[in-house]
């Protein structure tokens, strides 16, 4: 398995994991629907888990992108998927610190999800968009 195919299959993980920490904290929060079968503990412990290992699996993604192949001269769409997902992967780290360290802060961490999914989002879709206009996949 090469390169692109690795990265590409460790991004769709986590492009999941991050859907479904969303859908888990929606139903936590009692604004989304009731898809997982567990009491908000339990949802909680796996958002916070889960999110942890979303972060981890976005920065290997991310530093095999960078060590693999580098940045240089790329289109405008390459440019606007490494920096979605950078901002992606420090607005998640900002949030578990927040989480863990400043629980003063933790008030902000709704919006720092959301901006996290958002972020996640255009750079997934601006990765998949050049695949689907090349027509390469």
Known sequence: MGL???KSV???IAVGLALLQGLAMLQVQGKGPALFPFEKQVLRRWHRRGGVAALGLMTAVAAACVL??????YPFRV???AVAGTLAILVLLV???FTHRTRRLVRYNGLLGRAAGLL???AFLA???GYYL???F
């Open 134 to 136: 090349s027509s390469r």
């Open 120 to 122: 996640i989002l255009i």
């Open 68 to 73: 693999g192949e580098g940045i240089y001269a």
């Open 95 to 97: 949030k578990v610190v």
């Open 10 to 12: 460790a991004a769709g």
């Open 127 to 129: 990765s998949v968009a």
């Open 79 to 81: 440019w606007v998927h």
């Open 4 to 6: 692109e195919v690795a």
